[in-house]
């Protein structure tokens, strides 16, 4: 069974390393081939562990089933204790059952609601895997090395991108906005998004406190002390307001959570880290701004670095030793001091660009928001109780925006998750997040502090999106669980206070048929979340190959290409990308075929709207051309790029149109198109009002201008027609 244990602590491991690494899994199409992993490796788990428990039951345990049993001293006797996963740790499944539910309902997108019900699927095999395997005592050090490991190499990778050793330019944020960064440069790491990266630096540099103040061993103490000053660093090169401030938050709430001989610990730790923090990005904070030299990092920044990490390092140790000879007044009184001297050191080491995004003005993004969240409010009141299903703010969030923005996300995931699943969704959310965190708070409260960060910051920022956000919050979850034959006040909520206990032989035959009970509902649980894993396992392969075919599709050419993405289809026929890409490459009464089949998964899309109308104006429909475009242009009347094709589109066709003869329907494509054009200048006009800039691009004005000359050559040429025909009845007449 250890090496059963191992590869499930080594699988954790690389699936937390590579989800970082993969843009934190925020798309879908780097995540399908770890669901279908992960879910048919937890139907295993569970074939395994269910059969084992119904022979515990039985009285037998012999071999495998000696890893289930955890010996709780009873006095006189020993009884033992099964290992069992809290029925909170199912409820994932209950919410990936809801999306399930709302296929029936006519969601906005088919295909965004087929992937949360993989992800939410996933994210709960992750957990009960990690219920079965990872928390029993002996073999929580998988765990423990998994987090750290993965935290390691974000922050590691994070800080070579900075430095310039990683040549990735979408590590950094670059910009010239004052409002979005002091210094012109914001980190961004392998998740390619600084606020979320700036959220998991501060619930690992949390998590790291809780470590150092608790090591029971020198080599996790030297292991949390190594990260926590990059923690810090990596935290202020993120320039993330909500971060720093959710972060401050939590080391609060650790003063209140944690014991008075703790309480001082963290408080020294803590003023240490921003001593070294603050040094090290005085030294390196300008490097993001300069790249890379030819491949080559910077040498000085980077030995300066190292320097300031290893006398940070030392630091600890030294403090950690003087703990020892102090009484507990003397502690109290120093660390307080401390602490003051640590903030007046940090406030005076960072550069003043720093200190003034700490304390000005600057918050545009805070308005920017809340337009986002009013108009998602509108939204959700379109179906308040259950929602519209996966992808709903992506989806439709451009037929309601009342200003111009970029936003394909809602900037807090709580109320995305309104938005997919309605008032029922976020409640059943709310029972499974009560569930989970009540096991902690029973257990160990202070293990509240990372899980808490990361959920409070989630409220003002998109990090549910993305999958490493719910692997490192589960986690965590089952890193602070009671492992089994703990005290049985951290038992689930869910649970009776004895329902873990498999009774000896000699107990009564009331309690034997209890358990068997028990047992037998385990075991139909078990089936149950097989069925939905093996469901979901499928549609997850599919979807991979899926992506596999058009990965291959992009390298390809000619009939090649179109034979690839036309199996990619067939594999995922709810992509409408697959469909808009292989509208370009086929005849156009094909591609609009395909392209009309796809409004039945996604009536709303913009992006097929568009190419429909761009595969009827390659027909020569003009009217069914400029219905598709209308409609198009009516779902996003505020994407500037959508709406010049479709302005130059119903130009180019009314020339095409005159050229061919066809002036009546030459007149009819270009008067749309000047129509097209009014539109987009009156919004505007209405955009400038509220203060936002919207300006009609000089291609559009071009057409627009074009449209107009050709307008006034076909009135021109019907006047001569009219004329002729009118001047052999006149010379008749006066004849």
Avoid at 520 to 525: D, E, M, R
Wanted: one cysteine or more.
């Amino acid at each position: 069974m250890p090496v059963v244990v191992g590869a499930a602590g080594l699988m954790f491991t690389g699936l937390l390393i590579w989800s970082a690494y993969r843009n934190g899994m925020f798309f879908d199409a780097s995540f399908y081939r770890w669901e279908w992993m992960l879910m048919a490796s937890t139907v295993l788990s569970l074939c395994i562990t269910t059969r084992m428990q119904r022979r515990m039951t039985r009285g037998s345990s012999s071999g495998i089933c000696e890893y289930f049993m955890v010996k709780k001293n009873k006095g006189p006797g020993e009884e033992p204790v099964r290992a069992s996963v809290p029925l909170a740790a199912y409820t994932p499944l209950l919410i990936a059952l809801l999306f399930g539910l709302s296929l029936i309902n006519k969601p906005a997108s088919v295909h965004g609601t087929l992937e949360q019900l993989l992800r939410w699927s996933a994210y709960g095999a992750f957990l009960i895997s990690g219920y079965l395997w990872l928390r029993i005592g002996p073999f929580r050090s998988w765990l423990f090395m998994a987090l750290q490991g993965s935290g390691l190499f974000l922050i590691g990778g994070a800080l070579a991108g900075w430095l310039g050793w990683i040549d990735v330019p979408e590590m950094i944020l670059s910009t010239g906005d004052s409002s979005l960064s002091a210094v012109g440069a914001r980190l961004a790491g392998f998740v390619q998004y600084p606020n979320f990266l700036g959220a998991v630096s501060g619930a690992y540099l949390l998590w790291n406190w809780l470590l150092m103040i608790r090591a029971g061993s020198y080599r996790t103490f030297l292991l949390a002390v190594m990260m926590a000053a990059p923690l810090m660093l990596v935290l202020l090169l993120t320039e993330s307001r909500a971060a720093w401030l959710t972060t401050a938050v939590g080391w609060l709430a650790g003063l209140l959570l944690l014991t008075r001989e703790q309480r001082v610990k963290w408080l020294v730790y803590s003023g240490w880290t921003l001593v070294g923090a603050g040094a090290a990005y005085r030294i390196v904070f300008a490097a993001g701004l300069q790249g890379s030299h030819e491949g080559v990092g910077h040498m000085g920044e980077t030995l300066g670095l190292l320097a300031i990490l290893m006398a940070s390092a030392a630091g600890f140790t030294a403090l950690r030793t003087v703990f020892a000879g102090l009484s507990r007044r003397q502690l109290e009184i120093a660390a307080w001091a401390g602490l003051g001297a640590a903030c007046l050191i940090m406030a005076l080491l960072l550069p003043a660009v720093i200190q003034g995004r700490i304390s000005s003005g600057h918050f545009q993004t805070a308005g920017a928001r809340t337009m986002f969240y009013k108009d998602a409010w509108s939204l959700f009141l379109e179906a308040p109780l259950l929602g519209q299903g996966g992808d709903t703010w992506r989806m439709l969030f451009t037929q309601i925006q009342t200003y111009p923005y970029i936003g394909n996300e809602v900037h807090s995931g709580y109320l995305d998750l309104l938005l997919d699943l309605g008032i029922v969704g976020l409640l059943v959310f709310a029972f499974m997040m009560y569930g989970l965190l009540r096991i902690v708070w029973r257990h160990d409260r202070a293990g509240i502090l990372p899980v808490g960060l990361l959920m409070v910051h989630a409220a003002v920022d998109f990090d549910m999106s993305f999958g490493y956000y719910w692997l490192l919050l589960f986690s965590w979850l089952v890193y602070y669980s009671p492992y089994p034959g703990a005290a049985q006040r951290g038992q689930s909520l869910f649970a009776s206070p004895r329902s873990g206990q498999l009774p000896p032989r000699s107990v009564s035959l009331g309690k034997r048929a209890a358990a068997k009970r028990q047992a037998g509902f385990q075991f139909t649980a078990a089936l149950l979340t097989a069925a939905v894993f093996a469901f979901a396992s499928a549609y997850s392969w599919q979807f991979d190959k899926a992506v596999a075919y058009r990965e291959a599709a992009a390298s390809a050419a000619g009939n090649e290409q179109t034979a690839l993405l036309e199996r990619a289809l067939a594999a995922n026929p709810y992509w409408s990308r697959i469909r808009v890409e292989l509208s370009q490459l086929v005849p156009p009464l094909t591609g609009a075929r395909q392209l009309e089949a796809g409004l039945r998964y996604e009536p709303q899309s913009v992006p097929l709207l568009s190419a429909l109308g761009l595969c009827h104006a390659r027909l020569g429909n003009v009217k069914q051309a400029a219905a598709y475009l209308r409609l198009a242009l009516q779902y996003d009347h505020y994407d500037r790029d959508n709406q010049t094709g479709a302005i130059m589109t119903m130009a180019r066709l009314a020339r095409d149109k005159q050229a061919g003869g066809q002036l009546d329907d030459s007149r009819l494509a270009a008067a749309t198109a000047l129509a097209f054009f009014e539109a987009f200048e009156s919004q505007g006009a209405a955009a400038r009002r509220g203060g936002r800039d919207f300006e009609v691009t000089a291609e559009s004005r071009k057409a627009a201008e074009d449209t107009r000359l050709l307008l006034s050559e076909l009135a021109r040429a019907r006047t001569a027609a009219q004329t002729k025909m009118s001047s052999p009845q006149t010379e008749k007449i006066n004849a």
